[in-house]
């Protein structure tokens, strides 16, 4: 264990679809603890919100065990965006959540929504926090309706009725005003059921004597407002200056970036979360990772990659997809994939793709610039195509900034950056 006088600690909690995960973080931005705990663990009920606290009491005590508890100073969550659920005045659930990705049916409910939210809002949809907000706000005894950050942040405060910027953004809040917008009331949604806001990163409140107790902490540990899992996991990269971009290669190609002003453009998707003095932007693309499955498997990939001479083009112009329609960075429902004609080279078919990925990827990054972000200063990369060297070298031909390694690919890291940004507000580190 290290010296606790020397090293403040602050910890990161994210909980996400599948199980919880804790870091400690030191000043430095090492992390010197981690743990988790899977949500499969405890039931097969992943919307039970019991289910989802005893999976952060596990994960958080993994951590504990591995440092000084005097150390800590401060304590932040992110969760999934969008997951809600009413609750009384001590925080009991009143109701089975509202995940994510759960939309809600009521046509009318929608309706209200589509008639008063701005076009720009992020409220909009049937898996809106708003449209849940409406969907609970009749359940007897409610209190206030809280994303699920909110719910297990409570459980260290004591407090149910505080959210921050950024989970609060799909249900309604304006973070350029910084306030619940007057149009939310037309909705026919309870102002009086919406949750305080703060800025991720603030200070919230101390630690609740009985949480303090349990978890075996000191009692000035400061509570700190979290973010969503999809912030977090940015903020974990260590991308921090207007500029500065990740790139996620998963299934689908999704870019971010780190702007000075915020950007609005809802015809591709695009918001922007409100974090310190910048603002976090960015879309998703169709293409990705789900194209090169649906033509290679893992191992043929890497044995023709290394066939690949990434420093040559192909010369075709590949837009790959696996179906018709695309959102960002170019907004099409009916646009068709652009993959022929095809090299009778495996190899050379898998370059194209590549490049096609590549390619998108420049246009996703000029498209955010054309809508007022800055310029493209550096690119982080997350997900499984970056391990993938050529596929990097391709894609650094394509967009000729610098490639930084990523802090942490683990969104309780960025939390942890939160927690520390917090602890420095409330004078404790």
Excluded at 217 to 224: E, P, Q, S, W, Y
Excluded at 262 to 276: C, K, N, T
Aim: overall charge negative; some cysteine; proline content about 6%.
């Amino acid at each position: 264990m290290t010296d606790a006088a020397n090293t403040p600690l602050v910890i990161g909690i994210d909980i996400g679809t599948s199980g919880a995960r804790a870091v400690a973080m030191d000043s430095a931005f090492g992390i010197v603890a981690s743990g988790s705990s899977r949500l499969a663990d405890f039931s097969a009920d992943h919307r039970d919100p019991v289910v989802w606290w005893k999976a952060v009491q596990t994960a958080l005590g993994q951590v504990l065990d591995g440092i000084d508890r005097a150390q800590v100073r401060a304590i932040a969550i992110d969760g999934t965006s969008g997951t809600m659920l009413p609750v009384g005045a001590d925080g009991a659930p009143l109701a089975v959540p509202m995940m994510y990705n759960d939309p809600v049916t009521d046509t009318d409910i929608l309706a209200r929504i589509a008639a008063h939210a701005p076009q720009d809002s992020a409220a909009h949809g049937a898996t809106s926090g708003l449209a849940k907000v409406l969907t609970f706000q009749s359940t007897p005894d409610v209190f206030r309706v809280i994303h699920q950050a909110d719910w297990l942040a409570g459980h260290f405060t004591g407090l149910y009725d505080v959210s921050d910027e950024n989970n609060a953004l799909k249900t309604g809040y304006d973070p350029v005003s910084r306030c619940w917008p007057k149009w939310i009331d037309k909705t026919g949604a309870r102002a009086d059921l919406l949750p305080d806001v703060l800025a991720a990163g603030a200070p919230v409140a101390g630690i609740s004597k009985d949480a303090a107790e349990a978890f075996g902490l000191a009692d000035d540990v400061t509570i700190v407002a979290g973010t969503t899992d999809g912030c977090a996991s940015f903020l974990a990269t260590g991308a921090d200056q207007p500029g500065d971009a990740v790139s996620a290669l998963g299934t689908t190609l999704t870019v971010k970036m780190l702007s000075d002003r915020p950007l609005f453009a809802p015809e591709y998707g695009l918001y922007s979360h409100r974090i310190g003095d910048m603002w976090l932007a960015g879309g998703a693309s169709n293409t990705g990772g789900v194209v090169l499955s649906a033509h290679f498997d893992n191992d043929s990939i890497a044995a023709l990659s290394a066939e690949i001479d990434p420093a040559t083009d192909t010369g075709l112009d590949y837009y790959p997809l696996v179906r018709d329609g695309e959102r960002f960075p170019v907004n099409d429902p009916a646009m068709k994939p652009r993959m022929s004609p095809r090299p009778g080279s495996d190899a050379d078919f898998l370059k194209a793709i590549f490049e096609g990925i590549a390619s998108v990827e420049a246009l996703a990054y000029q498209r955010l610039v054309s809508l007022g972000s800055p310029a493209l200063r550096s690119i982080r990369t997350v997900g499984g195509g970056a391990k993938n060297p050529v596929w990097t070298a391709i894609r650094n031909r394509k967009l000729p900034v610098p490639f930084l390694p990523v802090a942490s690919e683990e969104a309780a890291a960025g939390t942890a950056r939160l927690a520390l940004i917090g602890a420095r507000s409330a004078g404790v580190l």
